[in-house]
């Protein structure tokens, strides 16, 4: 198996490498990090088996992502913010005064955040220690300068920010676009392999599957999931893959019967066939609302 989960860690490695500028094969450890805040933050370190060395993702509660490297006997070499929110960004200074670490993030995005330290664009590659690539997308719509970093791994990893969550779609309330993260989304994030886990940069997983359940109630994986992830705590959320995500996550069932038929009910203008981003945007905008 390409990845197997440890306690809060997964090892996952690559047998086929070569993917366009992704020339060698990916062996990564991966420790996320339950932040335990109000705003219900996941943070991430991205770990070289070999060398040590690690990329923090969004390390707002810095002491922790800190605390959880020293144990794990990593050196926390680089910090990568998704897009330029405090919430994802605060930790930076604190990090990089006991890390020494270089600060990753999107060109448009580095004037806003401060202190960065390499600007990205699409298709760049971060490399971490011998073995880490992780490919930089470029996915606006929760910002306008937003980044997700995709590692082609043999069973495929996404650390999407506040892009995609689990059963869930970013918000667009301060700096963002709902149409442009529908092209996120129908351009980029749902033509990803069916396996590819997904790595969210808050938990809201409940509150997602009830938004699913309020529009496709007859959603019978959701109405599992949503059991399960009530008695659960934030901590030990399952990680979704994609190919689950399209099983309950409303934002990926554009096309369900029952999604489209409780959206005429609301948005009689809508028709009786519309186009998916019609679908889309009105979703997200009850998804405001709710």
Not at 22 to 42: D, K, P, Q, T
Not at 250 to 277: C, M, N, Y
């Amino acid at each position: 198996m390409a990845c197997q989960r440890r306690s809060a860690a997964w090892f996952c490695r690559n047998a086929h490498a070569g993917a366009g500028r992704i020339s060698r094969g990916i062996i990564m450890l991966i420790e996320r990090i339950w932040s335990a805040n109000a705003y219900r933050n996941f943070h991430y370190l991205i770990a070289c088996p070999e060398s040590g060395e690690a990329l923090a993702v969004d390390p707002l509660e810095w002491r922790l992502v800190q605390a959880a490297a020293r144990q794990r006997g990593w050196t926390i070499t680089q910090i990568l913010n998704t897009h330029e929110h405090l919430d994802h960004t605060g930790g930076n200074a604190g990090l990089v005064e006991v890390t020494r670490a270089k600060v990753l993030a999107h060109a448009d995005a580095a004037a806003r955040i401060g202190g960065v330290d390499r600007g990205l664009s699409k298709g760049d590659v971060i490399r971490v220690g011998r073995t880490v690539e992780l490919e930089c997308m470029d996915t606006p719509g929760h910002t306008l300068a937003h980044v997700c970093l995709f590692a082609h791994t043999e069973q495929p990893a996404l650390f999407c920010g506040d892009t995609f969550f689990n059963a869930g779609a970013g918000n667009c309330h301060n700096g963002g676009d709902p149409a442009v993260l529908y092209e996120t989304f129908a351009r980029q994030l749902a033509r990803l392999p069916d396996s590819t886990r997904i790595f969210a940069g808050h938990e809201y997983m409940a509150r997602n599957l009830e938004f699913t359940l309020d529009r496709e109630p007859d959603n019978a994986v959701a109405k599992t999931r949503v059991a399960t992830a009530r008695q659960l705590d934030a901590s030990a959320m399952p990680v979704t893959t994609l190919g689950e995500e399209k099983q309950f996550n409303t934002f990926l069932r554009l096309q369900s019967p029952t999604v489209l038929a409780r959206l005429r009910e609301r948005f009689a203008d809508i028709g009786e066939r519309p186009d998916a981003k019609t679908v889309f945007l009105k979703l997200r905008e009850l998804r405001d609302k709710w």
